[in-house]
Structures are given as C-alpha cells and as structure tokens.
C-alpha cells in the first residue's frame, strides 16, 4: 500500500475540507510533516487508521467526540476522510463517514472514474493491511515520553525501547510466537500420535521454556536497573547530607577513587616498564651459572686427556703422511711404530676445536665479568 492523499472534512481539528498530498514517487517516497504540539499531527494520522478500519490509536483522545467544535456550531453533523493509494499498480480510494451519516465504501480508479468496489469493503481493506497489525504501520508516537516504573522512576532502557520501536517490534514477536504455537498445537491435534506430532510437543515445550527463561531474564534485568537507579539517588542524597560526618566520608570516598585511578595508572606504567626490561636484559639472568656450569665443563671435558701442543692432530697426521718421524726415522705402515704414533690421533688435541673453544671461553668469561661482578 502506498498512500497518495488524504482529504479529511471537519474531523477534530480539522475544519472543513483538507486535502494532504503525500509524496509517493518511487525514489523519493517519504514524506515528514512538521508542527508544532497541539496542531494535528495526532488527529492527522488516526484519521488515517479510522478511515482504514474504523479505530484510533491507544493513546487518541476522546475518541467519541471527532466532529469538529467550529463545524458543529455551525450546523454539521457529519466528518469524512478519504484515502488514496495503490496497490500492486491500482489505484483506489476509501471514504469513510461518521456522525449522522456512516458508512464506509471503497473504490477502484479507472480512468478517472471512482467505480464502486464488487466485495465487501472492509474484507478488502484487511487483506491489504489487517486491522490487528495495522498499529505496527500506524504508530502515534505522541506517547513516547520517557518510561517510568511503578516507584516514579525514570526507565532509560525502556524509553530508549519505546522510542526506537523495540517495545512494537516485541509486540510482533508475542503475536508470532501465538500463532506459531496455534499451528503447532493444531498439528498435534489432526496427526495425533505420529512422530511428528510427538517432536512437535518437544519443540513447544522448548519454546515455553525458553519464553519463561527470557521472560526471568528481561525481569530480572529491568529490577537491576531500577535497583541501579535506587542506588543513585540514594547515594546523592546521602552525599549531599548536611552532616559533617557524611561529608568527610564523600571527601574520604572521592579521594579513594582519585587514589585507584591514580594507583591503576603507576601500575600500568610499571608494567609497561617491567615488559621492556625482560625483552632486554632476560638473558643476563643465566649469566650468574656460567661459572660453575659453563666454564668448568669446557674446562674439564673439552680438555681432560688431550695431549698438549706441538702434539696436536695436525702434526700427528703430518708425521703418518710423511712416513717419517721429526727425529728423521723412517715410519713403516703396519709397523709397531705406525701403530702407536696413529694411536695418538684418539687424544691429541684438535687445534681448530681448541680455538673455538678458547673463543667461547673469552667470551663467556667477559659476559659474566660485566653482569656478575
């Protein structure tokens, strides 16, 4: 359904004939209006949902008296509004009147032409927009000040609910879950005994469960807001207490928490701090071992057995190579003198290992020098 106009004649605030032209191109179709309080934005849009189904908004006004004041005192006894709008590429009009003369009609146009509609009006109408989610399309919103609980006090959470459309939306949901549960109970009913009837009684079963627990749930949510809200005012008035007894004990409260602010803020610096000093000086913690682990293990293993220089490996393998002692005896291979020379190899010292090793050993000894001292 998209709305045209709207004529409305001599309805509450509304005297004589006032026709509304809404915007319904199909790029641009929204339309705001604008006014102050008191002027009618309210009797503008439950002229809408009376012409449409003959009720009012929940929040509407005496609804029995709708003829205009000025048109009354001046002899009218009748209001009228009539719709436009199209539906799926129609066009039709709905004129509703009260008063002295009611009655409600709608008509298709075609070629100008208002042509009485065949069926009944009001079936019509329903199956565009049924009258019981009309107020989910047609909402007053005049209402929606903030929302108090039963003890006066200000509910944000709800009015925030109120004024976005949650509380409607909730609503949606309620009558959803009532039909859903209509259809599941109405399965049960016709296949009684089945399989599915019995998985059906499950998932119902769930689904009140789970509405119970929800419904526990936003109840206990809205009591701690309102305890929350309790707590507030009560903390204020004692807080701004004459007794100087009461005052010292804000002074002492408001200091405290200048005192953990400040105390989070050192700790979170320190630990800061504390993050940066063992990315860079972690290893210097090992370094107080090195002498008696390090060390004194490259000392006794790497050196324990080993024949001192000149007899190293190189000159071991030198002498073999040659066949030739460095006195200048000739050394036969398989000879006992062979033997015992090659021998040595097994415990004579290799001199690259013993640079590396004198390397290590430096280094480890200025390591623990610098940081153990």
Known sequence: MIIQSITIENFRSFYGEQTIELESNGKRNTSFIYAQNGVGKTNFLNAILWCLHGTFSKGFNIPDDILNWAAKAAGRKTYHVSLYFEEEGKNYRVVRSGGDISNFKVFTIEDGNNVPWPGNPSLFINNILPKDMAPYFIIDAEGGDLAVNQKGLISIEKSIHDILGFTVAGKTLVDLRLVKKEIRSELVRIDKGSELSILEKKIQDFDDEIARDTKNLNDNRLALSNYDKELEIVEGKVFNSD??????????????????????????????????????????AFADRLDDKVLDFIDEKEFQGKLPAPFDVSLVEDILNRQKCICGTPIITDTDAYKNIKSLIGTATDTNVTNRIHSARSRLTAIKTRWCA
């Open 243 to 284: 007794v100087e007894q009461i005052k010292q004990l804000k002074r002492q409260h408001d200091q405290a928490k200048l005192d953990k602010t400040r105390f989070e803020g050192k700790v979170r610096t320190l630990e800061v701090e504390k993050i940066d000093l063992i990315k860079r000086f972690s290893w210097v």
